[in-house]
């Protein structure tokens, strides 16, 4: 399995607070995903990363933001947290020549 | 606009028989699939894919049949084990410039009897 690392793993924060997750991965991929899990929606795409620098938007990005200044890491940036972003956070990464993505065990966000 | 989906949220079944898990999906462009596994308090795992060019894929107990004209993709799992028992999720890539990115259903809760 790929080395993927998320931290935190938890955490609560209040409305209005500025929350960063952190993904960092061993495995030198090239790209790089985050994603928010919700009942009865699966998995959604936040933003993603296709090289350090190169980020875009995913189907969900309103309110995220994203930063990747080295391959091994890739930065999700809640500027100003909701209660609609409490949910559980999934980071994958993905090799240039391969479609299978590798995820992190996830970080349950809960915002009051 | 869900563009891919599975439309059972639940299945359960007895250990040694026949896991059937359902997606179907919209969008033409979509040209592999994957399954991942999924259980509690842990990130999804890689089951098993396929790519558009077949209609079949096999490892161990899993394979995946795919049915282009149908947009419908479908996993068993033979025999069904009670370590089977997780979230289902299919997803789908588009390929060429979609940089990778996966489109995923709303996942299937399997539960394995003993």
């Known amino acids: 399995d790929a080395g993927i690392t998320q931290s935190p793993r938890h955490k609560v924060t209040e409305t209005g607070t500025p929350v960063t997750l952190r993904c960092h991965q061993t495995e030198n991929h090239r790209y790089m995903y985050w994603y928010r899990q919700d009942p009865g929606h699966g998995l959604r795409l936040i933003h993603y990363?296709?090289?350090?620098?190169?980020?875009d938007k995913g189907e969900v990005s309103d309110g995220y933001s994203v930063s990747r200044s080295k391959t091994e890491d890739f930065l999700l940036t809640l500027e100003s947290a909701t209660s609609s972003q409490t949910s559980v956070y999934f980071c994958?990464?993905?090799?240039?020549?391969?479609?299978?993505?590798?995820f992190g065990p996830g970080t349950r966000l809960t915002v009051t | 606009d869900q563009q891919v989906k599975q439309n059972s949220p639940s299945l359960s079944v007895q250990e040694g028989r026949i896991s059937i898990l359902n997606c179907d999906y919209t969008?033409?462009?979509?040209?592999?699939f994957l399954w991942y596994k999924k259980y509690p308090a842990e990130g999804p795992t890689f089951l098993i894919s396929?790519?558009?060019?077949?209609d079949k894929n096999e490892d161990g107990r899993f394979t995946v049949f795919l049915n282009k004209s149908a947009k419908h993709l479908s996993l068993h799992i033979v025999p069904s084990q009670p370590g089977d028992s997780a979230v289902y999720f299919c997803a789908a890539s588009a390929g060429g410039t979609s940089y990778g990115k996966l489109t995923f259903g709303q996942g299937t809760i399997l539960t394995v009897h003993p």
């Open positions: 990363s296709y090289g350090v620098k190169d980020t």
């Open positions: 396929i790519s558009s060019i077949k």
């Open positions: 994958a990464s993905r090799a240039a020549d391969s479609y299978e993505q590798y």
């Open positions: 969008n033409s462009m979509f040209d592999y």
